[in-house]
């Protein structure tokens, strides 16, 4: 069965830190395109970082460069998002998302994009508090 399961978020206070977690089941995560993404209350989802399957580079959203830093483990087959210096701001869902069906190149847009990827999580909840 193909999984992808978000863990790590929760509640801190302004400057402080998290580890998310996305760990996939049922496929071996290295080989795709894989995204952070996140989505506030009224606000559409958006990509936060990602690796890109095209060319196997990091990228960020200007609003968290320098303060998140995306990972991968593939013995673990899991990816990781650790997040520092988090503001309020940063509250929203995360969710991680991984391009099984190939639809970045295919649709010729971005890692970044959200219409990149197929394949989602449920998502954990991130509140920084002030």
């Known amino acids: 069965q193909v999984q992808l399961v978000e863990s790590g978020g929760g509640l801190v206070q302004s400057g402080g830190s998290l580890r998310l977690s996305c760990a996939a089941s049922?496929?071996?995560?290295?080989?795709?395109?894989i995204g952070w993404f996140r989505q506030a209350p009224g606000k559409e989802r958006e990509g936060v970082s990602c690796i890109s399957s095209s060319d196997g580079r990091i990228y960020y959203a200007d609003s968290v460069k320098g303060r998140f830093t995306f990972s991968r483990d593939d013995a673990k087959n899991s990816a990781f998002l650790q997040m520092n210096s988090l503001r309020p701001e940063d509250t929203a869902v995360y969710y991680c998302a991984v391009d099984r069906e190939g639809w970045g190149p295919a649709r010729r847009v971005g890692c970044l994009e959200e219409a990149a990827f197929g394949s989602w999580g449920q998502g954990t909840q991130v509140t920084v508090s002030t």
């Open positions: 049922g496929f071996t995560l290295k080989y795709y395109q």
